[in-house]
């Protein structure tokens, strides 16, 4: 079943046993700006109010949680928590965080990450953010993630002191590293190509209706100098007074819905703006599995190197160093040398299958997962845009209601 967020996300429920979101309520009610005790404007921060109520009685004995509690988080706070989850799963399409900074901007959007309504946006896709993890089989029962919901200060210190602010650095950093494999998986290729094709086509979109959004605010806007022309006109035109006068209210009036419209819209664009960094989530996935590929082969490279060496100890082929200063091996060095092979041959033979072993689990999960993300992002993405497209309609509607009482002011002139 389906159920939806405060910032219009359609949310996948499956049951309660299967996520937590079913047995508890989750919300970020507030923000604060806050100072870091000096006058500068760079030392400013907002913190947003996470909410937890558990619904579920079983829960709280289970999971040792409170009933109901609240803790201040800061963006940098979400951040370190989603790096954590992605480190811990790699195999997991993790959702990502609403933006840090204004992208696909125009005329009426703030780019200041202090403004009300930029941080009313970030607030509810935080939110969001928080919802899509309790919603996942497996994220939402990480340890990490409830002590971030219900614990402000452990948690922050459990952070910095168990390690895995190393490993999510080491992690990110090798994920950002262009990986070649010899061998082409098929499968993930497809995703590599399918996820980049994602990220461009959404990127476009957004592009376009930035570009959209400008013209539209422009033009009507503009419709109020017609406003005003006619009011002024109304005052000199006694017989025809009352006509134009009402023309240019009307006309006033559809100077003003675009900001109501554009607003709206703006809730659905974040909507789109969280599958274009999703994509790059799907990246990340991708990119993990050919670390892994790189490694098997790596590995698997050792063990053809070795062998080759074996077979040419066995040989008793001479070494260049060896005709380089005169020196020749004799049985027992090359029985010792051929013994030293076998044993790192053994060694890297263990290591080819763990990472053989590796890679085929890790290859099971990310498919399993990226099989429930795509229907995911099949039903939102379906919802968002046919909401897209309503809203649209419903502003033409509302246009053409304001156009059709102009005409019959205009129609009334005597």
Known sequence: MESENSNGNTQMVQSKKDNLLGQLEISVSESEKRANGTLNIRDYFTVYSVEVKVTNPDLLNSRKLVKLTSVWRRYTEFEQLRKYLVTTYPYIVVPPLPEKRVMFGWQKTSTDTFDPNFVDRRRAGLENFLLRVAAHPILGWDIQYLEFLQNEEGWRESHKSNGYLHAVESTFKNLSISVR?????????????????????????????????????????????????????????????????????????????????????????????????FANSLQQVCRHHDMLQLQLESAEENVYNKNTEREKAQQGKISLISKLFGSVDTEELREAKVSFLDQQIQEGSSVVVKNKENLREFTDKALEDINRFQKQKLLDLKDILASYAFLQLKATKKNLQTWTQVRDCLQNLT
């Open 181 to 277: 494999t010899k061998k082409r998986v098929g499968e993930f290729e497809v995703l590599k190509e399918y996820s980049n094709t994602l990220h461009t086509n959404l990127n476009n979109l957004l592009k376009a209706r930035a570009r959209i959004a400008e013209k539209q605010y422009t033009i009507h806007k503009l419709h109020a100098n017609y406003g005003r022309v006619f009011s002024e006109w109304s005052v000199v035109e006694r017989d025809m007074g009352d006509a134009l006068q009402k023309t240019g209210h009307y006309l006033d009036s559809l100077a003003s819905s675009i900001d109501g419209t554009l607003e709206d819209e703006e809730i659905l664009i974040d909507q789109l703006k969280e599958y274009l960094f």
